[in-house]
């Protein structure tokens, strides 16, 4: 077999081995990343000041999927999230600090955990961390707020897990935020 022919043959089976793995990749999504968070998983706590209590809402509907919306209530139950301080859920480098046009995301920070871990925080009113830098579990990175250059919302955070660059249902905390979750939780960041 001649050189240029064999490297034919690896260019043909390399494109049979991709038209094979896609449809099952595409099949299970879920299932795989649910699988594949519980052992590497870090143990992320809320991104909020130790013992404030927020209502956090996997909604349907939400974009993207099993992403967390938290929103912060006074006594009397009327909306005070506007301007709270957001922290690290946990220890990472900040891989991205930017105001999105292109998404509904507004002002966002993305944190990398490693083994494939992220942690996003969107709609900031201010960004307190740039990209490149190294922040521990609890540091401030931004304040709560309502940016977006698409949509027009009331404050709240916007909080996604990602695990090799899929959003996943988010464990905080020990708790599973399954999708249509929607509860109370105290954070227990910063004690
Ligand atoms: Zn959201």
């Not at 957001?86 to 083994?115: C, E, W």
Request: aromatic letters at 8%.
């Amino acid at each position: 077999m001649n050189r240029h022919f064999r490297r034919l043959l690896a260019a043909a089976s390399a494109v049979a081995a991709v038209a094979i793995v896609t449809p099952t990749a595409v099949a299970a999504p879920e299932t795989a990343s649910s699988d594949v968070t519980i052992t590497s998983r870090p143990t992320f706590k809320m991104p909020f000041e130790c013992g404030q209590k927020w209502r956090g809402s996997n909604w349907n509907g939400h974009s993207p999927a099993h992403a967390i919306d938290w929103n912060h209530y006074d006594a009397n139950g009327n909306p005070d999230d506007d301007g709270r301080r957001v922290f690290a859920s946990a220890g990472g480098k900040v891989l991205a600090s930017y105001y999105s046009t292109t998404s509904g995301y507004g002002n966002t920070i993305v944190i990398g955990h490693g083994d494939g871990w992220r942690t996003r925080y969107a709609h900031l009113k201010s960004r307190g961390v740039a990209k490149g830098d190294t922040v521990k579990v609890g540091q401030r990175i931004g304040r709560v707020g309502a940016s977006s250059a698409i949509y027009n919302i009331s404050p709240h955070l916007h909080y996604e897990q990602i695990h090799n660059g899929s959003v996943v249902v988010s464990v905080v905390q020990g708790v599973t935020w399954e999708d249509g979750l929607t509860r109370y939780q105290t954070s227990k960041n910063r004690c």
